[in-house]
C-alpha cells in the first residue's frame, strides 16, 4: 500500500482550509518548464491560446498561471465548461441575452478586463462554433458595441487539428483560437514531477486535516514513478488526500 511506504512526522497545523484552486503549476521536468515559459509569453503578449491535454493533466491550472502573469491579473477569471450544455442555454450563458429587461450579460461581457477559459471547447456543436467564431471575427464587443477587454483561452482534450480534418470543427475557429498552442503532455511522460507534485498535495491535505507533514522515501518515489497515473494530476491529488486522510485514521 502506498501509506506504507512514506515516513510520517505527526505536527499540529492551523485547521484553516486551504484551497488548491489557485495553487502553483509544479514544473521540475524539463517539458513543464517549457510550457510555463511559454505560458507567460501568451500572457505578456495577450495571445488567444489553446490548451491541449488528456483530462486532469493541469489545463485550468495552466490557464491561471496564464491570467495570474498577465496585464490583467486584477481582472475576473471567468471559466465556462462548454461539455454537456444544452445548446441554447450555453449560447445565453456565452453571449447574454434572455426574456429578462435588460437583458443579462453574458460570460464574455462579465469577463471584461481579465480572462475567459472555454473548457472542452471540441464539445462546441456546430451552430455554437459559428456563433464563437462570429464573435471572434473582429475585436470582441458588448451588446452595445464597447469593445471588450479579454484574454482568450480554449481548451480542449481533444486534437483539434484531427476534428478539423474529419470537418466536425471549423478550420476559420480553430486558427482563431489557436494563435498560440499549448500541448500537456500526460504525467506518464514526465514522472519528475509526480515526487514535488505529491509532496505539495500531502502538505496541503495535512494543513486541512490537521494531521502532520510527511516525506517521501526512496521506495515511494521508485513506486510512483512506475505507475501510469491514468487520472493524471488529478488523479495524484486525489492519492494524496486519501493517503493523509488514512494518516489522519490511525493517528
Known amino acids: 500500500m502506498v501509506i506504507g511506504l512514506l515516513f510520517c512526522q505527526v505536527m499540529t497545523y492551523d485547521s484553516a482550509r486551504v484551497s488548491t484552486r489557485n495553487a502553483p503549476l509544479i514544473a521540475a521536468s524539463v517539458s513543464m518548464r517549457e510550457l ?3 505560458a507567460e509569453l501568451a500572457a505578456r503578449l495577450n495571445m488567444r491560446v489553446l490548451i491541449a491535454g488528456e483530462f486532469g493533466v493541469g489545463k485550468r491550472r495552466l490557464a491561471r498561471l496564464i491570467h495570474a ?5 486584477r481582472g475576473p477569471f471567468v471559466q465556462v465548461r462548454c461539455a454537456h450544455e444544452r445548446e441554447a442555454l450555453l449560447y445565453k450563458r456565452l453571449f447574454g441575452g434572455g426574456d429578462s429587461s435588460p437583458a443579462r450579460p ?3 461581457e462579465r469577463a471584461d478586463g481579465g480572462t475567459i477559459l472555454l473548457q472542452d471547447v471540441d464539445s462546441l456543436t456546430p451552430a455554437l462554433q459559428d456563433s464563437l467564431l462570429h464573435f471572434l471575427a473582429d475585436r470582441p464587443r458588448t451588446a452595445s ?3 471588450l477587454d479579454i484574454q482568450i483561452v480554449a481548451s480542449t482534450q481533444q486534437p483539434l487539428i484531427d476534428m478539423v480534418a474529419a470537418g466536425t470543427f471549423r478550420s476559420d475557429l480553430y486558427y482563431r483560437l489557436n494563435t498560440m498552442f499549448l500541448p500537456i503532455p500526460p504525467l506518464r511522460e514526465r514522472p519528475e514531477d509526480v515526487e514535488p507534485l505529491f509532496q505539495y498535495f500531502t502538505s496541503h491535505y495535512a494543513r486541512r486535516y490537521g494531521v502532520g507533514a510527511c516525506r517521501l522515501t526512496a521506495d515511494w518515489q521508485t513506486h510512483c514513478r512506475a505507475r501510469e497515473w491514468p487520472g493524471n494530476v488529478r488523479g495524484l491529488q ?3 488526500a486519501t493517503f493523509i486522510a488514512q494518516t489522519a485514521r490511525v493517528a
Open 36 to 38: 510555463q515559459k511559454e
Open 69 to 73: 502573469e498577465s496585464s490583467r491579473h
Open 106 to 108: 453574458g460570460i464574455f
Open 145 to 147: 458595441g464597447t469593445p
Open 238 to 240: 486525489a492519492a494524496a
